[in-house]
C-alpha cells in the first residue's frame, strides 16, 4: 500500500535520521546493531529497538525474514520491542514470518489504532460532512458564533512562523500531558529540528487558527501524494477550537483532491466524531531466541 511507503519515505530523510540518531546516541548511549537497530537500557533491563521507532508514527524497512532473523540472533539484549508497524508494511511480514516459523518463540503481539478520513469515498463536501458524529456540526456552529461575538475579527490561515506555532503546541501539550520529554530541551530541539527539515523539504503546511492576532489552535499537516498527516498539534483550553480547526482541514482536503486526512497514532476518543475507518499499530515483544545471549545481556 502507498501510505507505508509515502511516511517511510518521508522519515527517510538523511537529515532527519541524522538528528534522530545524535539525539538518541546523546541520551542513552546505546550499542547500535546494524544501521537501523540499537540496544539500549530500559530500567535494568537491555532491549532492541528498532532507532526511529519513538519518533515517527510508523516505519517500515524493506527487510526479509533472514535479515531480521539476524539482527534479533545478533546482539546480546533481554527483550526486543518493536513498535508503531502497520499490518502492510514488509517489516510487518518479516515479524510474522518469523513468529509463525517459531523463530521469536513467546512472541505476544498487541495493536492500537491509527485514524483518518478517506476522503475519496464521499461524492460530495455535503456527503461527507453529514457521515460526521451529529455533535461536530453542532459544535463548529456553535464555535464559529461564539467567535464572532467575543472577538468579531478571526482567521483560519496557512502560516510560515514555526517558532510562534511550535511555542504554543509544546505549550498546549504540556498542559495536557504528563510526557517527561516537554521538559527535555534536547527532545524539543531534535522535534523543533525535524520541523525545519520537513518545511524546507516542502512537506510541511502550518495552519493556524487566530484571533486578534493570537493563535487558538495549530496544526502541523504533514503533505505528499495527495495524503495530509495531521503530525503536531496544539489548542488553547477549550478543545472546541481545535475541533473547528479540524473541520476546516478535513473540508479544505477534501476540495482540494486529496485522498486522505490521517489523524496519526493514537486513539483519543474525539477521533471517532470524524470517522470510524482506521488502521491497526502493531507492537511486538519477545525475548531473545538464544537464552545464552539473553542471560548474558542481565550481567553485561
Request: net charge positive; glycine share 4%.
Amino acid at each position: 500500500m502507498e501510505l507505508r511507503r509515502i511516511f517511510h519515505r518521508i522519515f527517510s530523510l538523511p537529515e532527519i535520521r541524522d538528528a534522530v540518531r545524535e539525539y538518541v546516541e546523546k541520551k542513552y548511549s546505546p550499542r547500535f546493531v546494524g544501521e537501523d537497530f540499537m540496544v539500549r537500557r530500559v530500567g535494568r533491563v537491555s532491549r532492541l529497538e528498532y532507532l526511529m521507532q519513538d519518533f515517527v508514527d510508523w516505519w517500515d524497512l524493506e527487510m526479509e525474514p533472514r535479515e531480521l532473523l539476524e539482527i534479533v540472533q545478533s546482539a546480546r539484549y533481554y527483550r526486543g520491542v518493536l513498535k508503531n508497524i502497520l499490518p502492510f508494511s514488509c517489516i510487518y511480514g518479516s515479524i510474522r514470518h518469523l513468529i509463525d516459523s517459531g523463530s521469536l518463540p513467546g512472541a505476544r503481539l498487541s495493536w492500537s489504532r491509527v485514524y483518518y478520513v478517506d476522503l475519496r469515498a464521499f461524492s460530495t463536501w455535503e456527503e461527507l460532512r453529514r457521515s460526521f458524529s451529529r455533535n461536530v456540526w453542532k459544535n463548529v456552529r456553535h464555535f464559529r458564533n461564539r467567535l464572532n461575538r467575543r472577538y468579531g475579527n478571526w482567521m483560519l490561515e496557512r502560516s510560515q512562523n514555526i517558532d510562534e506555532a511550535f511555542r504554543f503546541a509544546i505549550q498546549s501539550q504540556l498542559r495536557k500531558f504528563q510526557d517527561v520529554r516537554l521538559r527535555d530541551a534536547d527532545y524539543l530541539g531534535l522535534k523543533r529540528r525535524m520541523l525545519d527539515i520537513l518545511n524546507e523539504e516542502e512537506l510541511l503546511s502550518l495552519w493556524v487558527l487566530r484571533a486578534e492576532d493570537e493563535p487558538l489552535a495549530v496544526n502541523f499537516v504533514l503533505e505528499n501524494q495527495g495524503f495530509a498527516f495531521s503530525y503536531m498539534a496544539g489548542y488553547d483550553a477549550s478543545a472546541d477550537a481545535y475541533r473547528f480547526l479540524i473541520f476546516h482541514l478535513v473540508k479544505h482536503y477534501y476540495e482540494s483532491g486529496f485522498l486522505q486526512f490521517n489523524f496519526m497514532k493514537g486513539e483519543s476518543g474525539y477521533k471517532t466524531q470524524w470517522t470510524d475507518r482506521f488502521y491497526r499499530l502493531y507492537r511486538v515483544e519477545f525475548e531473545h531466541p538464544i537464552l545464552l545471549k539473553r542471560l548474558l545481556s542481565i550481567v553485561i
